[in-house]
């Protein structure tokens, strides 16, 4: 997940392990240790573009989903807290369903002072591959309390026939 650490944190902890390892005077012929610090080196770097994203990426959020089967149908349920249905994009394409929302702060006061503001615009954004194959033209889907409910009837494979040679 994005964001949990801050990525000053992040620059600090790989200017310390850089002076270490530069106070050591270790080089690639004397430190048996060095590969293990390049792959701590390469994590820190890794989580530092994690750190660096745009303030639009840092409010899209990837909620939590459960994919069931029954006989009939793919039951898909996903965690949408405080969305509205006219702000939810259900697309189902190519074995994937997409399902983007938004859920838009209350309307700005400029008469009020905040001591805290938590209440942001936020989008989240999920896409689930599909495990079989699915009638996307007859999917329907409902939102109640902040659950999206899926339902993807299941494309009926013929059944098997065994054939006998004469």
């Known amino acids: 997940m994005a964001g949990i650490i801050p990525a000053d944190e992040i620059r600090r902890l790989q200017r310390r392990i850089n002076r270490l390892l ?17 792959r701590i080196q390469k994590r820190i770097d890794d989580l530092m573009k994690e750190s660096e994203l745009t303030n639009i990426e840092r409010n899209v959020m ?8 029954t006989e009939e149908a793919l039951m898909i349920i996903i965690d949408l807290p405080g969305i509205e249905k006219q702000d939810v994009d259900i697309t189902i394409q ?3 369903i997409r399902v983007i929302a938004e859920r838009k702060a ?10 805290k503001r938590e209440r942001i615009h936020t989008k989240f954004y999920r896409t689930i591959k599909l ?14 309390n902040g659950i999206l409910e899926v339902t993807i ?14």
């Open 22 to 38: 530069e106070d050591w005077g270790l080089t690639e012929l004397e430190s048996r240790y060095l590969e293990e610090m390049q």
């Open 62 to 69: 990837m909620p939590l989903a459960d994919v069931s089967e």
């Open 94 to 96: 190519d074995g994937e």
């Open 131 to 144: 495990p079989i194959a699915v009638k996307a033209e007859e999917a329907r889907a409902q939102l109640n």
């Open 106 to 115: 209350g309307s700005e006061i400029s008469d009020k002072e905040y001591y």
């Open 153 to 166: 009837p299941k494309e009926m494979i013929a059944a098997r026939r065994r054939i006998s040679i004469d």
